[in-house]
């Protein structure tokens, strides 16, 4: 019997998500559900972790992809950064990411599911997680570096 439920378990994929590997090209944009995100956040424990939820064609999106890139650039090696794109296509996401050379990570979400799973209306989103994986600050809107900062130090 505890056979059959190790094989049962193996097939349903349950392994598969407890952990998703974090993308390397900042252009692969992999098409992520919620429970993706979770399994990418579940590999990354240990590390501080910056989400940004993003669209191409969001106005607040275009303010403050300058500052994400500069904020990533300095904490490179020290925090992870990752993009969520959403309600968009690919190809304007990858004229968005590389107008702006972020050199991180996006996954692709173009139902919006992710954010809407953990509660967040609108966008842009920013969510900065701890070493233990839970986050400990989040902001709705456009964010500025300066504010980004103070609150990476806070998890570093």
Known sequence: MIGALVVLAACSGAAERS?????????ALPRVDPAGYRAILAGLRGTPVVVN?????????LEEAPELAEVAGEFDGRVQFLGVDILDAREPARDFIRRFGWPYPSVFDPDDAIKTDLGYLGQPVTLVYDRGGEVAFDWVGAIDA????????EVL
């Open 146 to 153: 300066e504010r980004l900062r103070r609150e990476i130090r």
């Open 53 to 61: 939820f993003w669209g191409s064609w969001c106005e607040p999106c």
């Open 19 to 27: 952990a998703a590997p974090l993308p390397t090209d900042p252009l």
